[in-house]
């Protein structure tokens, strides 16, 4: 008896959050039927005309959503590497580092951005990088300068990969720094018996002690190269960098909900959720494969 | 079918708005005050607790007429509005939704006017499409050509064909006549008329040059004539210190991230495109009556080959790229510049508050000639937008009754109130519906019988209150220069920069044929796009000139061309 | 030899410090720039004279915020969001993951649901669908939008499941002996033992609610429902012009860019003072996220 009421309450404690993920989550996925027509809110599904495959064959037309596609790599991959190679740079100095209060101070003072909003770092953003700025005035006494670092085309994707790893490096160095103090410290003990100096010892032991950790984020990464970070971008761009610095997700908000084109906006949208799962199905068959990584 | 959204359409009513809630166009004020004093702390508080005692009104017998008559039963009707960021402008005690002017409207008709919601009015087409796509529309709103098309098809708008003519103020119906039926037909679908076309006051296109006479005189400029002159005198605005504080902080030209704008733009470029002949963003017929797309022509190319320079010699705001107007306002109303480039209203906003904070700030408007010595501008439609009805509200005449009653506010007609001296500033905040009916050459006339009644050629007396009320602050001005900011805008608006215009001057406008085919075309928006991107781009040095001909090649390949052949079937 | 491999070794020692402070300090510039922008004086701002200090210092700008009841308005209404989400959130978490951490044969169709939350979390609907559902419930312009959607943290949900896994089965059996419900598990046995767990969990739910502006932004029609984000954004980022000639004598001192730098200040205040406990627990929390069995 016991065993059927304890099922029945296992069954009311989950069916809340069952009915708001299926709300939520598989309601707006039926809902994606709208990009095989031509949909008017005021008709609603019911009633807006089908169009079969129009608004995908539209999508690979017009030159738009070739350029976001790239530039959506582009970015989000750009984004991954230097981000990993910051992060990973920082957590080796900062586990060669002795002096505990230096540490802590340091691991304090890097954090902290990953936890503000984009919308308060890009207001920051926007005055550091004016004319008058201070990385301009940075620049100035290198005589470089001043760069319009919001309206150059060229420079803003440039912009945004870096003033993401500056917000990022310091907490992505986190997973590195719990793979670093796992090493058996008896490697560090004989490796400096042999001889061997600090940037060898880094190379030849911590390097390979995090080398699962790396090749763990690498593959889970892989889900995320349509993810080119929309806050971030939506707070920072302008029509001047659309060239270079419009993603998917600003294109399809921008063209989709604002522009009033909601089909396209959905085949868009379509078209990235598929290949985004494809890519997360691979990431994490890569994942549990060759880092032994399961979520549950 | 369904992509017909036109940025074109969206930036002009984005400007349309702006200048809605900002300053004002038509309305001339009438007050039961003298002009020159401070907006009076409103007693609106009492009244509004006590609706019954109005005494104040004078109604006549047109109350009883289809236009006016109230309601049996109180009504309400819902509304939704931009114009938020301006609200601290209103006198001290009244709001958008609780000020004096909307409070005889309610009265007149006997009605309640709800806000579903208020924004700025940058925010407002942007929420009013998100307000369409999640279904939840007020009873009357005011949208552009391409949501009254998708409305239309939606079924989710009332016709009204049949409330025009019975509703409509004989006012109203004169305007729409001066228009030769364009605006009707521009708000007619499958022979129905959808939605209460706007007649926008046809001033309001050309950009002219607001320049600083004090500085000018400090300097030992002579004032603009052409676009070498503006060149000259941003020189010397950057590089000799007019402000006179020893720091070199000036700018020479301002602008904004759309450089380009059809009808009207706050700190445009356009000005000096037409110049050279150029006319973006328009489709007009060339002399052989065919429809050519104005941003594709070699014109451009000189006058992006000007801007660019500019942008590089410095004379150009070097980030103006990544500014919208507020921002870009804000370097004009800090005294941070002395040329303004914008449309005749300008005085009454922004250049109100540089006046404000500077009263030596003397700015004259200057029109720029082309090549020829002649002055050509490209212009707006007259009509762009239209307020609706939604489908299944049981009183669509109250759209049209409550703008008969706003026009006869911003006119003093029909005995209607005058409570407001800055009425010109802020009546875009005042009315439920922000909207401009207007005699299309309504300016430029305005201007003329003010400079007669100064002269002595005509009678003031003759003038409607209205009228009568800016007289005296045009006079007012004129007897003492910028003693008062407002005075000094009216008389700016009015009468220096409405005298510009009325001297004459040529128009080039998008052609009717070609404005409907745009409104259906999936291709525009991506065009558009690559147009904006590319002449910024262009004139901030990202690209060089010559990629403009890759431009024009790309954007005839891109749809262009077919788009054409479609405006000229 | 030794000694100079010795003073090699401090002098590298040195310098690998020096830099990481300098890499820290300069990580924190732009929030001390924006600071000091905020403190300073109108015409030193527009001209660019403020970095690091204050030029011309005054608190007019924060004394303006105080009395801005639209500021604070959409303050609240953060606040609330936070909460109500927070509470929904932790609440939904647990009730969602204490049955996902029993066995099949405990809670038949186990292993359907936690496969349905998996792809739940993964699946990356676009935006306009989400909006259009969000819409057809009505839930447009009332706070259920904010924080409804994202109810169900799965993330959250999953680390919490994972942590109820690992907690020994000596414990729930000896409960089950005395006929314990799983309520009464759940509630005595499984909520304390897993505090930090709860802790980490919270504190992300509180800053991603804190954080988030583009549902404010989109699910809002009246910007009187803005919480603070979407408020900031509105004004810093879209650049709404607030000051007006009227207020020509607050012009005087304060400008938009000086009261937009306190604005993003004061925003940033509730992260700062929970920032201790960040940092105390979202390093174990990352950490959390990936159990390897």
């Known amino acids: 008896m016991q065993k059927y009421s304890d099922r029945l309450s296992y069954y009311v404690m989950i069916l809340p959050g069952l009915v708001l993920l299926i709300a939520f989550t598989f309601v707006p996925l039926f809902y994606s039927v709208i990009a095989f027509q031509k ?50 740079t920082f957590a080796l100095l900062l586990n060669d580092l002795r002096f505990l209060r230096v540490k802590r101070a340091v691991q304090t003072m890097v954090y902290l951005p990953h936890f503000l909003s ?27 300068g001043p760069v319009y670092f919001l309206g150059r085309p060229d420079v803003f994707p440039w912009v945004i990969i870096l003033s993401d790893v500056w917000k990022e490096f310091g907490f992505e160095a986190i997973l590195y720094l719990a793979a670093l103090t796992a090493i058996d410290p008896t490697l560090y003990e004989v490796a400096e018996l042999d001889g061997a100096n600090r940037f060898q010892k880094m190379w030849y032991i911590s390097v390979p002690g995090i080398l699962p950790t790396i090749v763990l984020v690498a593959s889970l990464s892989l889900g995320n190269i349509l993810n080119a970070g929309f806050d971030q971008i939506f707070n920072l761009y302008s029509p001047i960098v659309y060239s270079t610095g419009d993603i998917l997700d600003t294109y399809v908000y921008r063209v989709g909900l604002i522009q009033g084109q909601y089909s396209i906006g959905t085949a868009v949208g379509l078209l990235k959720t598929v290949v985004s799962l494809i890519l997360i199905g691979i990431s994490y068959w890569i994942a549990g494969k060759f880092a032994n990584y399961r979520i549950f | 079918m369904s992509k017909k959204w036109i940025i074109k359409t969206l930036w002009m009513l984005v400007v349309f708005s702006l200048l809605l809630t900002a300053c004002g166009t038509p309305a001339t004020p009438t007050a039961t005050q003298p002009p020159a004093e401070p907006p009076q702390p409103t007693e609106a508080q009492p009244q509004a607790e006590a609706p019954t ?14 236009p006016y008559r109230p309601y049996d039963e109180r009504i309400t009707v819902s509304v939704v509005k931009g114009g938020q960021e301006s609200a601290g402008t209103l006198p001290a005690g009244e709001t958008i939704e609780n000020n004096r002017a909307l409070k005889y409207i309610e009265d007149t008709l006997n009605i309640d006017v709800v806000f579903k919601w208020v924004v700025t009015s940058d925010a407002y087409l942007d929420k009013l499409n998100l307000a369409i796509a999640s279904q939840d529309i007020p009873d009357v709103m005011i949208v552009d050509a391409v949501q009254l098309q998708q409305l239309t098809e939606a079924d989710a708008i009332e016709d009204l064909t049949p409330y025009i003519e019975k509703y409509a103020n004989k006012d109203i119906l004169e305007n729409y006549a001066q228009t030769k039926g364009v605006a009707l037909q521009a708000a007619t679908i499958n022979g129905k008329i959808m939605g209460i076309p ?97 941003s594709v022509q070699p014109e451009v190319k000189e006058a992006l080959a000007l801007i660019a320079r500019w942008y590089k010699e410095g004379i150009i705001d070097p980030e103006f790229a990544t500014k919208d107007g507020g921002k870009s306002n804000e370097i004009v109303v800090s005294g ?59 009183h669509p005449e109250v759209a049209l009754k409550i703008l008969n009653v706003q026009n006869d506010l911003s006119y003093g007609l029909n005995n209607a109130p005058q409570y407001y001296p800055n009425f010109n500033e802020i009546w875009g905040l005042l009315f439920p519906i922000p909207f401009l009916i207007e005699q299309p050459y309504v300016v430029e006339r305005m201007g003329r019988e003010y400079k007669a009644a100064l002269d002595g050629t005509l009678d003031p007396s003759t003038f409607g209150d209205a009228m009568k009320l800016e007289f005296e602050q045009i006079k007012a001005d004129v007897a003492a220069p910028r003693s008062n900011p407002s005075n000094w805008a009216t ?45 910024l781009q262009i004139m901030t040095g990202a690209r060089p000139l010559d990629d403009f001909d890759k431009f024009v090649e790309d954007w005839y390949k891109s749809g262009g061309q077919a788009l054409l052949d479609k405006m000229n079937q | 030899m030794i000694t100079s491999k010795r003073l090699q070794d401090r002098l590298i020692d040195g310098l690998i410090a020096l830099f990481l402070l300098t890499l820290g300090i300069s990580t924190l510039l732009p929030l001390i720039n924006t600071l000091a922008i905020s403190l300073s004086e109108r015409a030193a701002v527009s001209a660019g004279m403020v970095k690091l200090t204050p030029v011309g210092f005054n608190l007019t700008a924060y004394e303006y915020i105080l009395q801005d009841m639209k500021f604070w308005r959409a303050f609240g209404i953060s606040v609330l969001r936070v909460v109500l989400g927070g509470l929904l959130n932790f609440t939904l978490a647990v009730l969602t993951a204490f049955p996902l951490s029993r066995s099949e044969k405990a809670f038949p169709g186990r292993n359907i649901f936690i496969w349905m939350f998996v792809f739940g979390m993964i699946l990356n609907v676009g935006i306009v669908p989400w909006y259009l559902t969000i819409a057809q419930y009505k839930l447009i312009d009332t706070i259920w939008a904010l924080v409804l959607p994202g109810a169900v943290p799965i993330w959250n949900v999953i680390i919490l499941m994972n942590f109820f896994r ?72 879209a650049d709404r012009p607030i000051l007006h000639g009227g207020q020509a004598q607050l012009m005087v001192k304060l400008s938009n860019a000086t009261l937009n730098a306190a604005k993003l200040f004061v925003a940033m205040i509730p992260i700062l003072i929970i920032y201790p406990f960040l940092q105390r627990y979202f390093v174990k929390g990352i950490m959390l996220g990936a159990v390897k069995e």
């Open chain 2, 198 to 294: 706007n007649v926008q006051p046809q001033a309001d296109a050309p950009i002219m040059a607001f320049v600083r006479k004090d500085w000018l005189d400090k300097l030992g400029l002579q004032p603009p004539k052409t676009v070498e002159d503006i060149e000259k005198i941003a020189r010397a605005f950057i590089e000799q210190d007019p402000d006179g504080n020893g720091v070199a902080d000036t700018y020479g030209l301002t602008g904004t991230m759309n450089p380009i704008n059809v009808p009207s733009n706050l700190h445009g470029f356009d000005a000096f495109f037409n110049a050279y002949g150029a006319f973006p963003e328009l489709f007009y017929r060339n002399s052989e009556g065919k429809i050519i797309y104005g």
């Open chain 3, 166 to 237: 690992n907690i020994p089965k000596e414990l729930d059996e000896a409960a089950r002996i005395d006929g314990a419900s799983p309520w009464q598990l759940l509630w005595h046995i499984y909520l304390p033992t897993s505090l930090p767990a709860l802790a980490t969990i919270t504190l992300f739910s509180i800053v991603g609610h804190w954080n988030s502006f583009f549902d404010g932004l989109i699910l809002m029609n009246n910007p009187d429902n803005y919480p603070l984000q979407t408020y900031i954004q509105q004004l810093v980022i």
């Open chain 2, 491 to 535: 008389r700016m608006a009015r009468l220096d920069a409405a005298l510009l215009l009325a001297q004459g001057y040529n128009e080039v406008r998008t052609d009717p044929v070609a404005a409907r085919v745009l409104a259906n075309d999936p291709n525009w928006p991506s065009l558009k796009k690559m147009e904006e991107e590319t002449f």
């Open chain 1, 118 to 144: 984009w919308v308060i770092l890009a207001g920051i953003l926007r005055t550091i990088l004016a004319r008058n700025g201070l990385l301009n005035d940075f620049l100035g006494l290198f005589g470089i």
């Open chain 1, 39 to 88: 949909f008017n809110p005021a008709l609603g599904i019911q009633n807006s005309p089908w169009v079969g495959l129009e608004n995908f064959l539209y999508i690979f037309r017009v030159r738009d959503a070739q350029q976001v596609f790239f530039n959506t790599v582009f970015i989000a991959v750009m984004k991954i590497i230097l981000l990993e190679l910051a992060a990973i």
């Open chain 2, 53 to 66: 005692s109005t005494p104040e009104y004078q109604w006549g017998e047109w109350r009883n007429t289809d």
């Open chain 2, 336 to 394: 941070k510049a002395g040329i303004m480039m914008g449309p005749w209203w300008i005085p009454w906003w922004p250049l109100v508050d540089s006046v404000t904070n500077d009263p030596n700030a003397d700015w004259q408007p200057y029109l720029i000639q082309d090549k020829n010595g002649q002055y050509t501008f490209s212009m707006g439609d007259y009509t762009y937008s239209f307020v609706v009805v939604r489908k299944g509200y049981p």
